[in-house]
């Protein structure tokens, strides 16, 4: 590739998403990443950069994969496209819902196909509405959702999600979607007792289910573990209680399992790490570990049985709706972590790991407030007093100046906020978490004077 040209071209022509186009311009355009394997990217310059994001919390499998690219160009070649809008199917999204329902287990049996997480969520905004009102139950509309978590980008996704500053862009959210507190013991509960904390999180759904009447909500949707929202893993007895809170009040669980899905948490699903039961699921990003644009939206049979009794057309769905290509790539990346057991080895074996060397090596950092992880996806708080929450005078910029030590060393991180967030391939292996883990201590060392500053 000639790569000053890209750049130029990129400046020039191409907006990257969830961007700033002034940055982008300053920069001399994006970072080209030109090709990877395992779980490292390779940028046009040539630098190996340990891939501790997975991608976007998506490449669970890591990189290189040709079965993947072998099943994807077999299928193109058989029947590259066929839509499911006229009473037709083609096989790979069938039997691909029939393993995903199989691995959803209890009474998930149904499988609705979408291109992204973001359209998951449109389809469980419509279906949930649509599922009260031919139940009969019309005055149900109501979501709750919490703070900071992150549902998509699209116009309903993005109102689901509680980021304030997505919803200053574009006049969100859409009415109907209330949210709550988020379970941030680190931030906002320090000073108490972390199962108390969660019950406080949980309660206020339960407060706010009164204040609006119970008989006006339709769903609850949460991240089992909030990813894009700073990594937020719930003190231990938050979801019993936001489950039971659920059932309490005849109201619908959507568990929002894009990142979380497909062994991130070390199961299948982040609901069965915490033993709860949704109605709804909403799947992507690991799904087909990023190698082609798939997700998918888990649904129950209580909630399919209304729809079939009623008759009517679910007037929903997308022209790729189960994208046989796609689906396809969806259920060999399935059959890759059975093989691997990628499942059980970041439950038993790369996760238990990556929380040993982040407490060894950073546990102890006078920078670092908390390090927390489960299965494969983490957070490091970085702080200007050891032993307490108080953050660095940076405005929010501790995150940010971390992570740009951490590239500068190879190293592929998230900020948010004044953390450091990590996601990496399912398949890192012991030495590459001891990188990562050493990239960040080095980041952080190397940070101390601007952080002070
Ligand atoms: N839901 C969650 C929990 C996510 O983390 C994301 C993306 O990061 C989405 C939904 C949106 O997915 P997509 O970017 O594929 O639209």
């Not at 391939?425 to 500053?453: C, R, Y």
Request: hydrophobic share 40%; glycine share 12%.
């Amino acid at each position: 590739y000639d790569i000053p040209a890209l750049r130029k071209l990129d400046v020039a022509h191409h907006l990257p998403a969830q961007s700033s186009y002034k940055l982008q311009q300053d920069m001399g355009g994006s970072r080209i990443i030109t090709h990877a394997k395992g779980s490292t990217v390779y940028d046009g310059e040539g630098h190996a950069i340990l891939d501790g994001m997975a991608g976007l919390w998506c490449v669970n499998v890591g990189y290189g994969r040709k079965e993947l690219v072998d099943v994807a160009a077999r299928q193109m070649e058989e029947l590259p496209f066929y839509n499911t809008f006229f009473r037709t199917a083609t096989p790979p999204p069938i039997e691909l819902a029939a393993k995903v329902a199989s691995l959803l287990g209890g009474n998930l049996n149904h499988v609705f196909f979408n291109n992204s997480g973001s359209e998951s969520n449109d389809t469980v905004f419509r279906l949930v509405r649509t599922y009260w009102a031919l139940k009969g139950e019309p005055k149900r509309t109501i979501f709750i959702s919490r703070h900071n978590a992150y549902h998509g980008s699209t116009v309903a996704s993005a109102s689901l999600g509680g980021m304030d500053f997505m919803h200053v862009q574009g006049g969100l959210p859409i009415p109907g979607i209330e949210h709550v507190m988020q379970p941030y013991w680190f931030g906002d509960g320090f000073n108490e007792d972390p199962v108390a904390f969660g019950e406080r999180a949980a309660a206020a759904i339960e407060e706010r289910i009164l204040a609006v009447g119970p008989e006006n909500v339709a769903a609850f949707i949460g991240e089992p573990v909030q990813g894009a929202g700073g990594v937020i893993i719930p003190p231990p007895g938050y979801w019993q209680k936001v489950e039971a809170i659920c059932r309490k009040y005849g109201i619908l669980l959507v568990s929002d399992e894009v990142i979380c899905g497909f062994g991130r948490l070390g199961e299948w699903f982040g609901f069965q790490h915490f033993g709860i039961k949704p109605d709804i699921v909403s799947m992507a990003k690991g799904l087909s570990s990023g190698y082609l644009p798939i997700s998918a939206t888990g649904v129950s049979s209580e909630i399919v049985e209304v729809l079939r009794a009623s008759g009517e057309e679910f007037v929903h769905g997308y022209t790729y709706s189960g994208h046989p290509v796609a689906a396809a790539v969806a259920l060999r990346n399935i059959q890759i972590m059975e093989d691997e057991h990628l499942v059980e080895r970041t439950r038993e074996d790369t996760g238990p790991y990556l929380a040993k060397v982040l407490a060894e090596r950073l546990g102890d950092h006078p920078l670092v407030g908390e390090v927390r992880s489960l299965g494969l996806i983490g957070a490091v708080e970085i702080v200007a007093e050891k032993g307490t929450n108080r953050r660095h005078g940076t405005g929010g910029q501790a995150g940010p100046i971390v992570r740009d030590a951490c590239i500068a060393r190879g190293l592929m991180v998230r900020a948010i906020r004044d953390a450091i967030v990590m996601s990496p391939p399912l398949v890192i292996t012991h030495a590459e978490i001891d990188q990562l883990v050493g990239t960040i201590a080095d980041a952080l060392d190397a940070s101390a004077e601007q952080l002070a500053a």
